[in-house]
Structure formats: structure tokens, C-alpha cells
């Protein structure tokens, strides 16, 4: 995903794998079938060209990992008591730029 959200085009699957040679050794037909799985899953978009594919994300980062997250939320029974912990180990700045995008009062600001 961080290659094709890097890109500002669709990518084959060799782009894919020329971009991830530097840092790790990635055959050809495993990250073939992770961008197929991908695909299937809703993550990314495909179209042909010529005899390849092209790939591209469906999403941004920030909603990709929000749906990881709830993926992860939908596993427990109590979801709340999960996200107290989570938000309660947050950097004091994050957790004050969370409670600004909910709406909610900034510590230290009058209204």
C-alpha cells in the first residue's frame, strides 16, 4: 500500500516489486497475490493494461488504518473500554488534537 499511495499513477505489480527491492526481498508472484487479495478485499482498484494490471488505492492512509482499526474494534465485546486504553497511553498533543476533531474542549482554552 505505502508504494502505491507514494505514486501519483497506477503501478503494475513489477513496479511494485522494484520499489520494495531495496528494502526486502519480495517475489514476484507473493506481492502479485497480495495486491490481487487486495483488490478482492476492496483496497485497491485494478485495471488492464495490455497483459498487466495496473493497481491504485481505493483509500487514503488515514482511512486505511481507521478500517484496520475497526476491524480489530469488532473483535471485542467491549469497544469502548478497548479505545480508553488505547487513547489513554496517547502522547498528551494527540490526544488534545483527537479531542479537537471530535468537538470536544481543548485543555487549557477558555470558551
Not at 485494478?46 to 476491524?71: C, F, H, M, Q
Amino acid at each position: 500500500m505505502e508504494v502505491l499511495w507514494a505514486r501519483d499513477s497506477p503501478a503494475p505489480v513489477r513496479d511494485v516489486v522494484e520499489a520494495l527491492r531495496p528494502t526486502r526481498s519480495s517475489a514476484y508472484t507473493t506481492v502479485q497475490t497480495v495486491m490481487e487479495i487486495l483488490h478482492r478485499k476492496g483496497w485497491l482498484a485494478r485495471e488492464k493494461n495490455g497483459r498487466a494490471y495496473e493497481y491504485w488505492p481505493l483509500t487514503s492512509r488515514e482511512e486505511y488504518a481507521a478500517r484496520l482499526i475497526d476491524d480489530i474494534l469488532s473483535e471485542t465485546p467491549d469497544r469502548t473500554a478497548v479505545l480508553a486504553r488505547f487513547f489513554s497511553e496517547m502522547d498528551p498533543v494527540e490526544a488534545a488534537k483527537l479531542r479537537q476533531a471530535l468537538g470536544g474542549p481543548t485543555p487549557g482554552r477558555e470558551s
